[in-house]
């Protein structure tokens, strides 16, 4: 499966984006789909995921209340919906997908990615 991810952008601090992650070549059918950030200098780290039929949802600790994954009915688009952001959500952002059916927060595990999109937020 090919993913495009966009919606970033500039925001101030205590703003809002959402991030899109359109899938071609396949619909989301099975699986996990996640969302991962890399910061300048940094490791790319886990953000978010949720089986594609939403059964389940995870994140990182840092943006529980903040960002809500989400998928449409369609199963071909994943959001990122992202609140109250902070200066330290300034990173690429990157979807990507699992074929296999159990959580992980690993990039390594992850099948496909897409080409990820700039989020910054000033303070």
């Known amino acids: 499966v090919q993913l495009q991810a966009s919606g970033g952008g500039l925001v101030q601090a205590g703003g809002s984006l959402r991030l899109s992650c359109q899938a071609s070549?396949?619909?989301?059918?099975?699986?996990?789909v996640g969302w991962f950030r890399q910061a300048p200098g940094k490791e790319r780290v886990f953000v978010a995921t949720?089986?594609?039929?939403?059964?389940?949802?995870y994140y990182t600790n840092s943006v529980k209340g903040r960002f809500t994954i989400s998928r449409d009915n369609a199963g071909n688009t994943v959001y990122l919906r992202m609140d109250s952001l902070k200066p330290e959500d300034t990173a690429v952002y990157y979807c990507?997908?699992?074929?296999?059916?159990?959580?992980?927060?690993?990039?390594?595990?992850?099948?496909?990615w897409g080409q990820g999109t700039q989020v910054t937020v000033s303070s």
């Open positions: 990507a997908a699992r074929r296999t059916e159990y959580l992980t927060t690993t990039p390594s595990l992850f099948d496909d």
């Open positions: 070549g396949r619909a989301f059918s099975s699986g996990f």
């Open positions: 949720m089986s594609w039929n939403g059964a389940y949802t």
